[in-house]
């Protein structure tokens, strides 16, 4: 009797609803049946996939690449993640020095689209005497009409985690780009909140976030959307919950650390104390780091330390993505103790 093949496959979903995929062909012989395991899995086990916009922030003469999603993916790097990245820059000078910064940072690959109309995003980042940042934002640009092809399906289909955030959700074409792969992925959806006005309306935040497992805002965000009867923000967290059903909800405050909910419990950090640069990147520090101890499936208080000591290290340097000096990492870690 010829032998006959089919496929298997076999999903794995993991403690920290991280999934992996495996492959088998079935083997029939006459006698007995066998399972062969292919050498090549067919979804990267862990893979990050970090969507929206890349731009220039202009610090007066300086500019530094940016935005958060990139960012995000930067520091993913850094902590040894697999991540992919997915943007569009304009077929320009500015869109060409991006995708050198970009190839240069192991991010470029085919999911950088081209636009050769709309051109690639310089924002204007201005510190006030705090050292808070706010943007200046054009629009429309490049990330504005990020297509839904052929590669971003592949990609997300292949990645166990996607991060997205509000801002590249502004115009239509990339809104709906986003939202049909949401939809067609099983992955762990995190939802980087990152308002930035006017880009945003509060509809396109509902939608985002009611097909997110996990919701990342800083302290006004929260205020902001959860609003609510109680000024206490526990009550409030718990109230958003209950609205959109969120695995997880983390909130970013300041020098004042961070708060989790988690599976019906609150986890609290109060923050390190550090000497402040500018507080650029220091949410995306943040989420780069929750995302890797997803990833590890440390206890959410580990991923909670780590989350704010990086994110408080971030804010003691200059820009949003300073190079890990893991001495001083560690250092302030120790300084709560």
């Not at 902001?224 to 983390?250: A, V």
């Not at 909910?261 to 507080?279: K, N």
């Not at 780590?306 to 003691?316: E, Q």
Request: aromatic share 8%.
């Amino acid at each position: 009797m010829r032998e006959i093949k089919t496929q298997l496959i076999v999903k794995q979903m993991l403690t920290n609803h991280t999934v992996n995929y495996y492959k088998f062909n079935i083997v029939y012989h006459k006698s007995f049946i066998a399972l062969q395991p292919l050498s090549v899995p067919l979804y990267m086990k862990n893979r990050v996939l970090c969507f929206g916009e890349v731009l220039w922030d202009a610090f007066g003469d300086e500019k530094k690449a940016g935005g958060a999603p990139m960012n995000v993916a930067r520091h993913l790097v850094q902590q040894h993640v697999d991540v992919v990245f997915a943007s569009r820059v304009g077929n320009d000078a500015s869109g060409n020095e991006l995708l050198d910064f970009l190839k240069n940072n192991g991010l470029y690959s085919d999911l950088i689209q081209r636009d050769n109309t709309l051109p690639t995003c310089e924002v204007t980042v201005e510190l006030d005497d705090k050292n808070q940042a706010t943007y200046i934002i054009p629009q429309p640009v490049s990330w504005d009409k990020i297509h839904l092809d052929k590669n971003l399906i592949e990609a997300a289909k292949r990645s166990s985690i996607i991060v997205f955030g509000s801002l590249a959700c502004r115009e239509k074409a990339t809104h709906d780009t986003l939202l049909n792969l949401l939809d067609e992925i099983d992955a762990i959806k995190i939802f980087d909140v990152n308002l930035r006005h006017p880009h945003y309306t509060l509809a396109t935040i509902e939608t985002l976030a009611a097909r997110a497992s996990v919701i990342k805002m800083n302290e006004e965000e929260a205020d902001l959307l959860i609003g609510g009867g109680s000024n206490d923000l526990k009550s409030k967290i718990t109230e958003f919950q209950k609205k959109y059903h969120t695995k997880t909800i983390c909130v970013t405050r300041g020098d004042q650390g961070a708060i989790i909910w988690h599976d019906y419990e609150f986890f609290e950090h109060p923050g390190f104390c550090v000497d402040v640069a500018d507080t650029v990147g220091a949410g995306d520090a943040f989420l780069a780091t929750f995302v890797a101890g997803l990833i590890a499936n440390n206890p959410i208080p580990k991923i909670l330390l780590n989350a704010c000591a990086i994110g408080a290290y971030v804010t003691s340097q200059r820009g949003a993505n300073p190079v890990y000096n893991r001495d001083e990492i560690g250092r302030i870690k120790k300084s709560l103790v």
